[in-house]
């Protein structure tokens, strides 16, 4: 049976959990993911290309088609450490008017470089709103339970 290797364009099934147990992200569509970041259907990707999270490209290679793994991706490895300099805060003059920021609510902000930043909102004031561009899972451990699907 083929086996996967770099360079090689396959799909993959995964359900990403944190230590709690809760699924943060899934490519199944069975209602399992408590967030709305989940895919729908196998996700494609190239092997060594860095598409994913590097623990998982590297136990791809070698699986055969309708193999499953276990793999556990540090904190460290995943979204590194939180970093103060991504909090920061806005005058309510620069949020468009029709904008009712909520704390917790998560947004989609466009820097000076026309980047799309997705940030979340941390406090609002009468003033000002603050916000965190720090990634909603910085700090925790993951764990994705992979298939591969097919080598295409």
Known sequence: MAKAKKGDRVSIDFIGKLNDGSIFDTTFDDG???EDHCESGPMELTLGDGEFFQEIEDALIGMSPGEKKVVKISAESAFGDYDDDKVF???RDEIPGDMVPEVGQELEL?????????????EVTDDSVTFDANHPLIGE???YEIELVEIL
């Open 32 to 34: 399992q993911c408590e």
């Open 89 to 91: 805060t806005v005058s």
């Open 110 to 122: 466009t820097t000076e470089d026309d980047e799309v930043e997705i940030v979340t909102v941390l």
């Open 141 to 143: 451990d993951l764990t």
